[in-house]
């Protein structure tokens, strides 16, 4: 008979954090989707902003879905859970980098370091500590990796 593999206190946090930012991502991107169906262009700021906003909407349902994912199958402590969180992972750090590169493009400092800090920065280093993380020998042991 087999012990059930117990789950690090991490993993738990990162399958709670990626669901609720997965159901966030959904709900965003669902409404950029309801805003870019048409509103703009009735608004005046015409039909190209709807087609961006589409776009992103449809981008944030997929990320979301991903994190959605991610959470089910870290919290079930499943091989491909944690395979999504390291890509879910990686996609926010390369994110996070065209964030920071975007944001030093601002036309203010302000502006410029409130995007650098909370919009970019702050994602892609927490990022880097999920991916630390998962590589840990516990964490890796966990989901079957050696």
């Known amino acids: 008979m087999t012990t059930p593999t117990v789950r ?3 993993v738990t946090a990162m399958a709670v954090v990626a669901a609720i930012a997965g159901v966030m991502d959904v709900l965003a991107g669902l409404g950029d989707i309801g805003v870019g169906g048409g509103l703009l262009t009735d ?9 961006v906003m589409t776009v992103v909407g449809v981008a944030l349902v997929a990320v979301g879905a991903l994190g959605l ?3 089910y199958g870290l ?6 859970g944690w395979q999504i969180a390291r890509i879910w992972a990686s996609v926010c750090i ?3 980098l065209v964030g920071v590169g975007l944001s030093l493009l601002g036309d203010s400092l302000v502006s410029t370091i409130l ?3 909370a919009g970019s920065a702050v994602p892609a280093i927490l990022a880097v500590i999920v991916l630390w993380y998962l590589y840990q020998p516990h964490v890796k042991a966990a989901f079957g990796r050696s």
């Open 8 to 10: 690090p206190g991490g």
């Open 43 to 51: 608004l005046g700021f015409g039909a190209t902003l709807d087609s």
């Open 69 to 71: 994912a991610a959470g």
């Open 75 to 80: 919290w079930q402590l499943n091989d491909w």
């Open 94 to 96: 390369v994110v996070g």
């Open 115 to 117: 995007a650098l800090i």
